[in-house]
């Protein structure tokens, strides 16, 4: 019974934390695809490719949200009974399996979003300054220096922010990116880590139930 009592309440602890995560994932990926509040980059197809996947949306986000709100539900339903119930079993089940798929859309989501983060910005930036000609031109600029120098992308553009004035528009873009792509990051992370914690409770759910006995 004790065990019981342990598996509802982390699934009622779970099950919110992952509705918040999830919807904050859409959030910031939506908000990828609108650099400074501008819609015309987005209609113009100048927006990061690793953007317009939308690993916040389908990945840390539908997927994730999916098996939040069943696991959500689930707890606090069988928080009320008094007894072991037949139907918890197969609710735990599915509760783990929805877990997984979650555990799934977060990974793809983090490694997505690391790429997007490693590759920088989609940018508007003086292709001079690679070997180019003296004209603008749209592209990956910190992208280009890595293929140019493998150790030059990491120094020049995580690690030194004096080089991110190199992208013409949009206007702020690279600090646009890596706090958005970072905070997909730090979310996805913690949505592998609760929907691991779910899949896990799922499987005591089945053996146990959710049912805390009065």
Not at 60 to 87: E, K, N, Q, Y
Request: charged share 10%; with cysteine.
């Amino acid at each position: 019974r004790v065990v019981a009592m342990c598996v509802g309440k982390c699934s009622r602890i779970v099950g919110p934390c992952l509705l918040v995560l999830g919807t904050l994932s859409v959030a910031a990926n939506i908000l990828l695809l609108f650099p400074s509040g501008a819609t015309k980059y987005l209609a113009e197809g100048h927006i990061s490719k690793h953007a317009k996947a939308l690993p916040g949306v389908w990945g840390g986000g539908i997927a994730v949200l999916l098996a939040a709100t069943h696991i959500t539900a689930v707890g606090w339903r069988c928080a009320s009974c008094s007894d072991f119930l037949p139907g918890c079993c197969p609710q735990a089940f599915i509760s783990a399996v929805l877990s997984k798929l979650a555990l799934l859309g977060a990974a793809a989501c983090f490694l997505l979003c690391g790429v997007g983060l490693t590759n920088g910005p989609l940018c508007l930036y003086n292709a001079s300054e690679h070997g180019r000609g003296h004209s603008t031109l749209w592209g990956y600029p910190f992208l280009d220096a890595g293929s140019q120098e493998p150790d030059a992308r990491v120094e020049s553009y995580l690690h030194n922010r004096h080089t991110w004035n190199i992208c013409l528009e949009p206007a702020g873009i690279v600090a646009w990116n890596v706090i958005l792509f970072s905070l997909l990051l730090l979310v996805s992370a913690a949505e592998m880590v609760l929907a691991s914690l779910q899949i896990l409770n799922g499987c005591l759910g089945c053996l146990c139930g959710f049912c805390e006995g009065k």
